[in-house]
């Protein structure tokens, strides 16, 4: 059974970082790529950043610049580095990869606010 736990979500001040973990299990970490996405209330689900099982990351236009992907492949883990956070990265954030289907984790809320 393919499972990712998120986590790292918190009330953050703008111009402030946060770091999110996803947990992988289930999965041959090493040959999956994961992505993040990320949900804000009314709106639809958009894509924020992705890498490859060799480590080649590509992100959405509205976080390149400030934000990193990154894996850890002895712990199967994934990180979201989040910095120069602005009002309009709230969200809740989702880690993503696909097995036999997609697979996302439960999500984790980012909320930046003063």
């Known amino acids: 059974q393919v499972q990712l736990v998120e986590s790292g979500g918190d009330l953050v001040q703008p111009g402030g970082s946060l770091r999110l973990s996803c947990a992988a299990s289930?999965?041959?970490?090493?040959?999956?790529?994961m992505s993040w996405h990320r949900q804000a209330p009314g709106k639809q689900r958009e894509f924020v950043a992705a890498?490859?099982?060799?480590?080649?990351?590509n992100y959405g236009d509205p976080v390149k610049g400030r934000f990193t992907i990154s894996r850890d492949n002895t712990s199967n883990t994934v990180y979201l580095q989040m910095n120069n956070l602005k009002p309009e990265d709230t969200a809740i954030y989702y880690c993503?990869?696909?097995?036999?289907?997609?697979?996302w984790g439960q999500g984790t809320q980012v909320t930046v606010s003063s």
């Open positions: 289930g999965i041959i970490f090493s040959r999956n790529a």
């Open positions: 890498i490859t099982n060799n480590g080649f990351a």
């Open positions: 993503y990869t696909y097995k036999f289907g997609a697979v």
